[in-house]
């Protein structure tokens, strides 16, 4: 499985990105699909996940700001964020679960004023 994720950017604090990642390959089995992220000097963490049957996860720290949604006939998942912080700064991985665990390449999403 190929993960292509896009939409990163530079954004000032209350902001909005779209970050989106397209899966391709060996996808017939792929169940969930999300976002972790990485900040400098922490440990990556989990973001948002959908299952293929719309179920969504959140971490505390996003919930009623970023939201995730999937379109599996483009095998595709996207993250709306907005209110941004800068403590939202980080790379952003895309994942993807077949049986195992697929990540993309990372997206760096910085907020600054």
């Known amino acids: 499985v190929q993960l292509q994720a896009s939409g990163g950017g530079l954004v000032q604090p209350g902001g909005s990105l779209r970050l989106s990642c397209a899966a391709s390959?060996?996808?017939?089995?792929?169940?969930?699909m999300g976002w972790y992220r990485q900040a400098p000097g922490k440990q990556r963490e989990l973001v948002a996940t959908?299952?293929?049957?719309?179920?969504?996860n959140y971490a505390d720290s996003v919930k009623g700001r970023f939201t995730i949604s999937r379109d599996n006939a483009k095998n595709t998942v996207y993250l709306q964020m907005n209110s941004l912080q800068l403590e939202d700064t980080a790379v952003y991985y895309c994942?993807?679960?077949?049986?195992?665990?697929?990540w993309g390449q990372g997206t760096q999403v910085t907020v600054s004023s």
């Open positions: 959908v299952t293929k049957g719309g179920i969504t």
């Open positions: 994942t993807a679960v077949t049986n195992v665990r697929f």
């Open positions: 390959g060996s996808i017939f089995n792929l169940n969930s």
